[in-house]
């Protein structure tokens, strides 16, 4: 049984100002996004320039703060928002959603599409390679925090989080998800995006792998305390939003591929 290490959520405190670990990681998701988006852009048939990364990583910040934030009140949170409409802006009280985030990840590719004349299927395939290396650093400010954490368990690695109503043992999900959706999720789209593949494969990829590696790991994690199971004691409601991700996953690689062979 192993002790979750008790980290202090303030990685940097200067008087009244204090910055958030879970902030950081963020920071080092964009940065590392906006890195490896200028190796991409080097290369030939990239739908943007080194310079335009720049811009294109603001629009994707948009995106994910203000679609993760709407996401979490829609998805998880809406009756506290009708309780108190407030709510919705005092971000630092917590409070992000994937599915909302892609959402608005999604909006802010069409937008800045639009902006320099590039199709929507030509970015989402340059920025889905890009994303995991966010997501994974998402998961470690989750682990940081002691937060998301998993069911009780007896395996070799459980975790007791100090943050759990309960002394048990964990399943540290948040690293589960790092492995999967930050780790395994890159190195399997960079490499099958370093190859000239059919438009809409890498984003139907994408979209498949996340979905499946996240409806997974919901069986072993606890589900949102305000919400807890929608159905059958397991049902959850990342479950919900990331099984249409699978579908539609594997609907665009097979008219992908399909539009490639005619």
Do not use: C
């Not at 030939?44 to 703060?65: C, H, K, N, R």
């Not at 998402?138 to 954490?149: A, S």
């Amino acid at each position: 049984m192993l002790q979750h290490p008790q980290i202090d959520p303030v990685a940097i405190s200067l008087g009244p100002l204090k910055v958030h670990w879970y902030g950081l990681t963020y920071l080092v998701g964009f940065l590392a996004g906006w890195w490896l988006g200028r190796l991409r852009a080097r290369k030939p048939g990239s739908p943007i320039t080194e310079v335009q990364m720049g811009d294109l990583l603001f629009y994707l910040a948009l995106g994910v703060i203000l679609g993760g934030r709407f996401g979490y009140v829609v998805f998880y949170n809406f009756h506290a928002f009708i309780a108190d409409p407030l709510w919705l802006f005092r971000v630092w009280e917590g409070g992000m959603a994937f599915h909302g985030g892609l959402l608005g990840v999604i909006f802010a590719m069409w937008w800045y599409g639009r902006k320099i004349d590039r199709g929507f299927w030509q970015l989402a395939d340059f920025v889905a390679p890009l994303v995991p290396v966010g997501l994974g650093a998402g998961r470690i400010g989750n682990f940081i925090n002691g937060e998301l954490w998993g069911k009780p368990t007896d395996v070799a690695w459980g975790m007791v989080f100090r943050t759990a109503p309960d002394s048990l043992a964990r399943h540290p999900s948040q690293l589960y998800q790092f492995a999967l959706e930050g780790v395994a999720l890159f190195v399997i789209l960079w490499w099958f995006s370093a190859k000239p593949r059919p438009r809409m494969a890498v984003s139907g990829l994408f979209l498949a792998l996340y979905g499946t590696f996240r409806f997974l790991v919901e069986f072993v994690r606890m589900p949102d305390p305000q919400l807890g199971y929608l159905a059958f004691d397991w049902l959850t409601m990342g479950q919900v939003l990331s099984f249409p991700m699978i579908l539609a996953g594997a609907g665009l690689m097979f008219i992908a591929y399909r539009r490639n062979a005619e």
